[in-house]
C-alpha cells in the first residue's frame, strides 16, 4: 500500500497569511493527489484534483503543485473560513489512502 | 445540485450486522463509480472501498480492515450504493461517508452517518 504523510501536523497563522502544507507519498503517484478540507463536524470539501487543478468553485487563493511523490498545497492570503483540517489522497492505486491531516489554527 | 445521502447508521452489537445506505440525486449515477470513507469521530479520513461503474466493469476495492466483513454493492436503477457490514467491530466505530469520484478525487460528499459499535 502507497503510505501518505503530511507536514506539519499543525500550523498556527494568522488571517491574510501564505501558507504552505506538504504531502509525501512512499512512493511515484505521478500527479494522482487530492486535496481536501474538513472542517468539525462537517464532510470533507475537495478543493485540488490531479495535484494541481482547481475544483470548480474553489477561491483561487488554494493552489496545489508537485507530481511524483512531493506535493503542496498553498493558501496564499488566509481568510478566517479556511482554518480547517486538510487532507492530501492518493488516487494511484487502491487503497486510496489519505494523509494525517495538517490542522490549520488561527495564531 | 449534486447531492449524496447516506442513511442507516445506528448503534450495534460487536459481531451483528448494518447495511449503510447512499442515495445520489442531481447526476447521472450510473455514470459513477463510488466510495465509501470512514472516520473515527476526531481522527483522520480513513478508506473503506469502491465500486465502480457497470460500464468500467463494476468492480469492486476493499481496504484491507475490512476485506470478507464489508460489501460494496450499487443499484443504479435508484441511484443507492449501499455497504453491507458484517461481524462489525468496536474500530469500525465512526462516521461513514459516502462519495464519488470525480477524476483523481471524490467529489461531492454526504453527510456521513454515525456507526457505533459496543455491547
Known amino acids: 500500500d502507497i503510505q501518505m504523510t503530511q507536514s506539519p501536523s499543525s500550523v498556527s497563522a494568522s488571517v491574510g497569511d501564505r501558507v504552505t502544507f506538504t504531502c509525501r507519498a512512499s512512493?511515484?503517484?505521478?500527479?494522482?493527489l487530492a486535496w481536501y478540507q474538513q472542517k468539525p463536524g462537517k464532510a470533507p470539501k475537495l478543493l485540488i484534483y490531479?495535484?494541481?487543478d482547481l475544483q470548480s468553485g474553489v477561491p483561487s487563493r488554494f493552489s496545489g503543485s508537485g507530481s511524483g511523490t512531493d506535493f503542496t498545497l498553498t493558501i496564499s492570503r488566509l481568510q478566517p473560513e479556511d482554518f480547517a483540517t486538510y487532507y492530501c489522497?492518493?488516487?494511484?492505486?487502491?487503497?486510496?489512502?489519505f494523509g494525517p491531516g495538517t490542522r490549520l489554527e488561527i495564531k | 445540485e449534486l447531492q449524496l445521502v447516506e442513511s442507516g447508521g445506528d448503534l450495534v452489537q460487536p459481531g451483528r450486522s448494518l447495511r449503510l445506505s447512499c442515495t445520489g440525486s442531481?447526476?447521472?449515477?450510473?455514470?459513477?463509480?463510488m466510495s465509501w470513507v470512514r472516520q473515527v469521530p476526531g481522527k483522520g479520513l480513513e478508506w473503506v472501498g469502491f465500486?465502480?461503474?457497470?460500464?468500467?466493469?463494476?468492480?469492486?476495492e476493499y481496504a484491507a480492515s475490512v476485506k470478507g466483513r464489508f460489501i460494496i454493492s450499487r443499484d443504479d436503477s435508484t441511484s443507492i450504493a449501499y455497504l453491507h457490514m458484517n461481524s462489525l467491530k468496536i474500530e469500525d466505530t465512526a462516521v461513514y461517508y459516502c462519495?464519488?469520484?470525480?477524476?483523481?478525487?471524490?467529489?461531492?460528499w454526504g453527510q456521513g452517518t454515525l456507526v457505533t459499535v459496543s455491547s
Open positions: 490531479a495535484a494541481s
Open positions: 489522497q492518493q488516487a494511484d492505486s487502491f487503497p486510496h489512502t
Open positions: 465500486i465502480r461503474a457497470k460500464k468500467y466493469g463494476g468492480t469492486i
Open positions: 512512493q511515484d503517484i505521478h500527479y494522482w
Open positions: 462519495t464519488r469520484e470525480a477524476g483523481s478525487g471524490y467529489n461531492p
Open positions: 442531481g447526476f447521472a449515477f450510473g455514470d459513477y463509480s
